[in-house]
């Protein structure tokens, strides 16, 4: 059965924040954590996750703003290890208003989708439509991206995708991209700022 942890609203304010301290956290399947703000303004509460391990097997962690001006909430997570596996999404997504940010601080990350069919928004998503997208940052020591996982900040509307940062001591991708993006066919609106760098530090990182 599937594991539901979720805030919603539907009037004029917002959602509330999940807040998650543990020291495993294991999402698979169906299972979930979310906020969601169906009304036409206010914010989406935030979710903050602090772990000394999250392994995510399919599984989704998400912001949506979905209707009008509604604001996508920040998700952050701090953790030693994480891992996206097979259709995991950690997202943060509006309509005519701002997503989230999505803030990933961990010793090691790794994204793989190890099943045969195809993902489409596996992975580190941050999504608009007519408003602004939401930045997404990571901070790791070392970073695996493999098989059509992705790191995506992408506009499918009139307003602007958000800026990717990624700093780390060693990035490996293979058969995967880290795309920051305007829809096609979208006449205004643009794709935001990659920023990719390496550090040498010997410290960990969490």
């Known amino acids: 059965s599937s594991k ?8 004029s304010g917002g959602a509330g924040n999940i807040s998650i301290n543990t ?4 999402l698979s399947d169906m299972d979930l954590i979310s906020t969601e703000n169906e009304s036409q303004t206010g914010k989406t509460g935030s979710i903050d996750i602090h772990a000394d391990s999250i392994k995510m097997n399919s599984g989704r962690i998400s912001s949506r703003g979905e209707n009008w001006k509604s604001n996508g909430g920040a998700i952050t ?21 701002k997503a989230g940010n999505l803030n990933i601080t961990a010793n090691a990350i790794k994204l793989d989708h190890q ?3 195809d993902c489409m928004g596996c992975g580190f998503r941050a999504d608009v439509s007519g ?7 990571i ?10 996982m992705q790191i995506s900040s992408s506009s499918y509307g009139n307003g602007n995708a958000g ?7 060693s990035i490996n991708i293979k058969d995967s991209d880290i795309p920051n993006v305007k829809a096609a066919g979208v006449p205004d609106g ?6 990719v760098s390496f550090r040498f530090e010997p410290a960990g990182i969490v």
């Open 163 to 169: 800026n990717i940062y990624v700093k780390a001591q």
């Open 77 to 97: 997570l701090t953790t030693n290890t994480l891992e996206l596996l097979d259709y995991a999404q950690i997202s943060s997504s509006s309509g005519d208003g």
């Open 4 to 11: 539901i942890i979720s805030t919603a609203f539907f009037g």
């Open 131 to 137: 408003g602004e997208g939401g930045d997404i940052i």
């Open 139 to 148: 901070k790791t020591g070392a970073l695996d991206i493999f098989n059509h």
């Open 115 to 117: 099943n045969k069919y």
């Open 190 to 195: 643009n794709g935001g700022i990659n920023m």
């Open 23 to 26: 020291d495993t956290l294991t």
